[in-house]
C-alpha cells in the first residue's frame, strides 16, 4: 500500500512569487490535513480537507490557501511568499473518522530567498 | 496551545524500557490521547493513542492514569532506531493534531 506523497520535496522560491505544493493521499483516505514545521515555531495545523471540503482552518493568514479534488489529491497554495515562509510543509492522510491515525508524508521543504 | 506538558528531553540506553511522561491535567471527557514520533528528517509517525483504558500495541504500549490527567508512553526496549522527538497530542473529534514541543528522545549505544 504507498504511502502519503507529497510533491516536490524540494522547493526554492523568491519572495513575492507563488507556490503550489501537491499531497496524494493513501489510497481511500478521504481527509487531509496541512502542517507548517519551522524551528521557532514547531508543528503548526494549517488545514484539513475533507471530501473536497475545508473543515478546519488554523491560524494562518489568507495567503495560505489549499483545495482537495475528488479523487481526495489535495494541493496548497501560498501566495506572495515572504521569507518566514521558509519551512517544511507537510501533509498527512487519514479516513476522517474519529480519532483514527494520521500518516504523514516526508514533507516539502520551502526556502524562499 | 498545546494543552500538554511533556519534557523537553530524555536520553535512554539501547535495549532497556523508556517511560516517556505526559501531562493532560485539563483533558476533557471525549478527547482521546495520541502519541506520535518524528525522527529526523522524515515527517511525524503515528505511534499508539487511547482514551481510558491502557492499550498495548507493536510498537509500545501507553498507560493512561486513573484520572486521565496524566499517561506515560513505554517503549519495551529502545533502539537506536526509537530516536526521535515524541509528541503527546490531546484529540478531540476533528482531525486536527495540535503538537506542542515534545520529548526529544536520546538512545545510547
Known amino acids: 500500500k504507498a504511502g502519503v506523497t507529497q510533491t516536490p520535496r524540494y522547493l526554492i522560491k523568491t519572495r513575492g512569487q507563488q507556490v503550489t505544493l501537491s499531497c496524494s493521499p493513501i489510497?481511500?483516505?478521504?481527509?487531509v490535513s496541512w502542517y507548517q514545521q519551522t524551528p521557532g515555531q514547531g508543528l503548526q495545523f494549517l488545514f484539513e480537507?475533507?471530501?473536497?471540503?475545508?473543515?478546519n482552518k488554523g491560524n494562518f493568514p489568507g495567503r495560505f490557501s489549499g483545495r482537495q479534488f475528488s479523487n481526495s489529491r489535495s494541493e496548497m497554495n501560498v501566495s506572495t511568499l515572504e521569507l518566514g515562509d521558509s519551512a517544511l510543509y507537510l501533509c498527512?492522510?487519514?479516513?476522517?473518522?474519529?480519532?483514527?491515525?494520521?500518516?504523514f508524508g516526508q514533507g516539502t521543504r520551502l526556502t524562499v530567498v | 496551545d498545546a494543552k500538554t506538558t511533556q519534557p523537553n528531553s530524555m536520553e535512554s540506553n539501547e535495549e532497556e524500557p523508556v517511560h516517556l511522561p505526559c501531562n493532560h491535567s485539563t483533558i476533557s471527557g471525549t478527547d482521546y490521547i495520541h502519541w506520535y514520533r518524528q525522527l529526523p528528517s522524515q515527517g511525524p509517525e503515528y505511534v499508539i493513542h487511547g482514551l481510558t483504558s491502557n492499550v498495548n500495541n507493536r510498537m509500545a504500549s501507553l498507560a493512561i492514569a486513573e484520572d486521565r490527567k496524566s499517561s506515560t508512553l513505554i517503549l519495551h526496549r529502545a533502539t537506536l532506531r526509537d530516536a526521535a522527538v515524541y509528541y503527546c497530542i490531546r484529540r478531540g473529534g476533528s482531525e486536527k493534531l495540535v503538537f506542542g514541543k515534545g520529548t526529544k528522545l536520546t538512545v545510547n549505544p
Open positions: 498527512a492522510s487519514s479516513l476522517g473518522v474519529k480519532n483514527t491515525e494520521a500518516f
Open positions: 489510497s481511500g483516505h478521504r481527509s
Open positions: 480537507y475533507f471530501s473536497e471540503t475545508q473543515r
